[in-house]
């Protein structure tokens, strides 16, 4: 199994909303990422997962809350979005942390109203 | 910080007509990774080039890393319409994680 499992592929939420991405992985990768993608731009890295503790947290504001359950799994909580905050949001893996390459989920399109 | 430039922006090529991309880094690169990401999609690993002045082929797609592991590119001969997406170099940052940094992408459409 080489594939990273998003859910859910389209979400719409308020500004007082409360909701969580979820992210699956099985091929025994050790590191997660989430990034934040706006069109027509590069993936932008939002915070890395090594061996489910946080490594990289990129100035990330506090309305987004990653979390690591296990080695398979990670979440990415949000609350009290901003409009500026509507992109899609990809989950990706590596082998380890650093210089592989990365295996990304189809994202989730996210839309704050 | 470590940037990783791009160009160009934006390509329309007629089918059959090649195509390149062409990618500078700040820093000298201990790898460059090359992805895709069809419209609507998600970025996909196409490749990943490690020594100076290496050359890899798949198919009708040549990827170049420089000799001095600043630079790469990536040619495709006789583009196809399956060819349509965004193509991103992406290079490892020299502080601490290695995190990947993306280049700005080339957009390539295709007319048939």
């Known amino acids: 199994d080489t594939e990273v499992t998003q859910t859910p592929k389209h979400l719409v939420m308020g500004m007082t909303n409360k909701k969580s991405l979820k992210c699956e992985q099985h091929?025994?990768?050790?590191?997660m990422y989430w990034y934040k993608q706006k069109a027509k731009k590069p993936p932008e890295l939002m915070f890395v997962y090594s061996y489910e503790k946080l490594s990289i947290n990129e100035s990330v504001p506090s309305r987004f809350s990653p979390e690591c359950p296990n080695s398979s799994l990670l979440n990415l909580h949000l609350h009290a979005l901003q409009p500026e905050d509507s992109a899609l949001y990809l989950c990706?893996?590596?082998?380890?942390?650093?210089?592989?390459?990365?295996?990304f989920g189809s994202g989730t399109q996210l839309s704050v109203l | 910080g470590q940037q990783v430039m791009q160009i160009p922006q934006y390509q329309h090529v007629q089918e059959g007509e090649d195509f390149t991309t062409y990618c500078n880094s700040s820093?000298?690169?201990?790898?460059i990774q090359w992805y895709k990401q069809r419209p609507g999609g998600h970025p996909v690993f196409l490749i990943q080039?490690?020594?100076?002045?290496e050359v890899k082929k798949q198919k009708r797609l040549t990827f170049q890393f420089g000799e001095a592991k600043k630079n790469s590119s990536l040619h495709i001969t006789a583009t196809q319409t399956t060819d349509v997406g965004t193509y991103f170099c992406a290079g490892p940052g020299m502080e601490y994680g290695n995190k990947l940094v993306f280049g700005a992408g080339t957009i390539l459409r295709v007319k048939s």
């Open positions: 080039l490690v020594k100076s002045g």
């Open positions: 820093t000298t690169l201990s790898n």
């Open positions: 091929m025994g990768h050790r590191a």
């Open positions: 990706a893996s590596s082998q380890l942390q650093g210089r592989e390459k990365l295996f």
